[in-house]
């Protein structure tokens, strides 16, 4: 008799593309992945109507949703309209209250919408004033994995994540989330599994971690 093989959705992180899935491996003769991708909302469009339209792309019955960040917040509002098996999220919330003291201030002040998101299509600008090991490796980190770069859409995704409205998260998610990550500081993270010096971009730096543990986790 063979294995029910379980479909794994895996949605990436604000603007990003699934590359950063590309070193995730799980067992074959179990599981099954599939990778979801961004598309430019309609004008105004709500994050319940946008997971929706996302929930499209899924083509099996009670699947597993992963979402890394941005996506993470996505994945919960896509299991509000179908039904899952397990739902995953990863360097992300589950809640408003897991949003940190600046995120909070920039949706009450409005400071959101002052970030110029239409530079982000500008990355060689920055590549060219880049100074610094650091700043140069992060840059070719955004070059390779961006997939996204409409401001219409930056706009748009950063206003859901500081404006998102979540109290209560589903009973049984599991939240994986880096000790180091500096967009969502695990000091504001409740009921989560820690990755030791797991950073924001946890799911590229520390694959091996999840490629050992993502199996026990989904079963």
């Known amino acids: 008799m063979s294995q029910e093989i379980i479909h794994v959705y895996l949605m990436p992180g604000m603007a990003a593309s699934p590359l950063i899935f590309e070193n995730i491996k799980l067992p074959e003769s179990q ?28 083509e ?5 949703l992963l979402g890394v ?27 408003k209250y897991e949003l940190p003291l600046k995120m909070q201030l920039a949706k009450s002040t409005g400071a959101y919408k002052l970030v110029p998101t239409q530079l982000a299509s500008k ?11 650091t700043m140069a490796k992060r ?17 748009w995704a950063l206003k859901q994540v500081v404006c998102w409205e979540q109290e209560v998260y589903k009973e049984g998610i599991a939240h994986i989330h880096g000790d180091k990550d500096p967009v ?10 820690t990755i ?7 799911i590229i730096n520390k694959y091996k971690w999840f490629n050992e543990n ?3 986790i989904i079963l």
């Open 184 to 193: 969502f500081p695990i000091k504001h993270i409740k009921n989560c599994i």
């Open 123 to 133: 990355i060689e600008v920055f590549e060219k004033y880049a100074f610094g090991k």
């Open 69 to 95: 960040s941005f996506g993470g917040i996505l994945v919960q509002e896509m299991c509000k309209h179908i039904s899952i098996r397990k739902l995953i999220i990863v360097s992300s919330i589950k809640s």
């Open 31 to 58: 599981f099954k992945m599939h990778y979801l991708e961004w598309f430019v909302p309609q004008e105004n469009e709500s994050l319940s109507d946008y997971a929706f339209r996302m929930t499209k792309k899924i």
């Open 214 to 216: 993502l199996p026990k």
């Open 139 to 155: 840059l070719e980190l955004y070059k390779k994995y961006l997939s996204v770069n409409d401001p219409n859409y930056l706009s």
């Open 196 to 202: 030791n010096g797991g950073t924001h971009i946890a």
């Open 60 to 64: 099996h019955e009670n699947p597993v």
